[in-house]
């Protein structure tokens, strides 16, 4: 029987500080915790995905920091993890161990080989999702990558993912708006109760406002109000808010995701909560790189401009 998640409203993919020598900096971690989680409108926490550099961690790594995270939001949060994974038997063994620990559902990342044309085979991705499904009890959320990168399913293929009786969200980021109406209206025709979590940064307001059960994204780590109120007005169906919020949400956005490289985003975020004190580092770990000082300053100034600091004290 499929275990009972929750994952209405806004879901923070946490950020993960490491130390200058790129050991995990925990304290810092359980700083962003405190604050990211604070909002009344955050119902879960998804780690181990791009925005903890899930990728770039050993296996004891991601256990401890399931483990962490749990100990610190408790047993009634609904926790996530990702399986960034190679092969299928590597996320298979990685479910695992995350169930192990304690996670209440998996998030699978398609694999580096699916852009080869698997997204559009429903026999590759039919036959990774089935094999994680048989191998744990965990229900399990779709990472639906940009279509354009090569990594993202058809419409077609998702409807077929989202009939697997324990895949119960869809993390949406195809990168194309009429392409995420296309994908909730199919996802919602097959499973009703599958909640479909838009991640697409540049277009938040657009997806709520199309339909949506809640929202997933890393720019929680740095902006867990905003996308709280953003929520609550797209549940509210208050268009006048949703384009205020979205004024405030509009530089910010541009300066952490807007600017080529697109790699740098998490590592912007980083560099934002480090300018408000939460983290002691904002180094990442290879192959991403530090944003250079021109960029890093301009995250400065876009988080002062937004008045992010009176969050802190909130």
């Given at each position: 029987m499929t275990r009972s998640v929750d994952l209405s409203g806004v879901t923070v993919a946490t950020i993960l500080p490491f130390h200058d020598d790129f050991s995990i900096d925990w304290a810092s971690y359980e700083r962003v915790l405190t604050y990211c989680t604070r909002p009344k409108g955050i119902r879960a926490v998804f780690v181990n995905g791009h925005a903890g550099e899930g990728a770039t961690l050993d296996d004891a790594e991601r256990i401890e920091v399931i483990r962490r995270t749990r100990a610190f939001i408790g047993p009634d949060v609904p926790l996530?993890?990702?399986?960034?994974?190679?092969?299928?038997?590597?996320?298979?063994?990685?479910?695992?161990?995350?169930?192990?620990?304690?996670?209440?559902?998996?998030?699978?990342?398609?694999?580096?080989?699916?852009?080869?044309?698997?997204?559009?085979?429903?026999?590759?991705?039919?036959?990774?999702?089935?094999?994680?499904?048989?191998?744990?009890?965990?229900?399990?959320?779709?990472?639906?990558q940009p279509v354009a990168s090569g990594y993202g399913f058809s419409s077609s293929v998702l409807g077929e993912l989202v009939a697997r009786p324990r895949v119960i969200a869809v993390k949406e980021g195809s990168g194309d708006i009429g392409l995420y109406e296309d994908n909730l209206r199919r996802i919602k025709a097959v499973a009703p109760g599958c909640y479909m979590l838009p991640s697409n940064y540049h277009w938040l307001v657009a997806q709520v406002a199309i339909g949506a059960d809640g929202i997933l994204?890393?720019?929680?780590?740095?902006?867990?109000?905003?996308?709280?109120?953003?929520?609550?007005?797209?549940?509210?169906?208050?268009?006048?808010?949703?384009?205020?919020?979205?004024?405030?949400?509009?530089?910010?956005?541009?300066?952490?995701?807007?600017?080529?490289?697109?790699?740098?985003?998490?590592?912007?975020?980083?560099?934002?909560?480090?300018?408000?004190?939460?983290?002691?580092?904002?180094?990442?770990?290879?192959?991403?790189?530090?944003?250079?000082?021109?960029?890093?300053?301009?995250?400065?100034?876009?988080?002062?401009?937004?008045?992010?600091?009176?969050?802190?004290?909130?």
């Amino acid at each position: 029987m499929t275990r009972s998640v929750d994952l209405s409203g806004v879901t923070v993919a946490t950020i993960l500080p490491f130390h200058d020598d790129f050991s995990i900096d925990w304290a810092s971690y359980e700083r962003v915790l405190t604050y990211c989680t604070r909002p009344k409108g955050i119902r879960a926490v998804f780690v181990n995905g791009h925005a903890g550099e899930g990728a770039t961690l050993d296996d004891a790594e991601r256990i401890e920091v399931i483990r962490r995270t749990r100990a610190f939001i408790g047993p009634d949060v609904p926790l996530l993890s990702g399986i960034i994974a190679w092969s299928t038997a590597e996320a298979v063994a990685q479910a695992q161990m995350a169930e192990a620990a304690g996670v209440d559902a998996a998030v699978l990342f398609p694999l580096p080989q699916f852009s080869g044309g698997a997204g559009t085979d429903p026999r590759y991705a039919l036959d990774y999702v089935d094999s994680v499904l048989a191998a744990t009890s965990l229900p399990l959320s779709i990472f639906q990558q940009p279509v354009a990168s090569g990594y993202g399913f058809s419409s077609s293929v998702l409807g077929e993912l989202v009939a697997r009786p324990r895949v119960i969200a869809v993390k949406e980021g195809s990168g194309d708006i009429g392409l995420y109406e296309d994908n909730l209206r199919r996802i919602k025709a097959v499973a009703p109760g599958c909640y479909m979590l838009p991640s697409n940064y540049h277009w938040l307001v657009a997806q709520v406002a199309i339909g949506a059960d809640g929202i997933l994204s890393g720019m929680a780590s740095l902006i867990p109000d905003l996308l709280s109120d953003l929520w609550s007005a797209a549940e509210a169906g208050d268009l006048h808010t949703l384009r205020a919020l979205n004024d405030q949400l509009y530089p910010i956005v541009r300066t952490i995701y807007g600017a080529p490289p697109l790699i740098e985003m998490h590592t912007r975020i980083k560099v934002a909560l480090r300018h408000l004190g939460l983290i002691s580092s904002a180094v990442p770990r290879r192959p991403l790189l530090p944003v250079p000082a021109d960029v890093a300053a301009r995250v400065g100034q876009a988080v002062d401009a937004a008045g992010l600091a009176r969050l802190l004290s909130a």
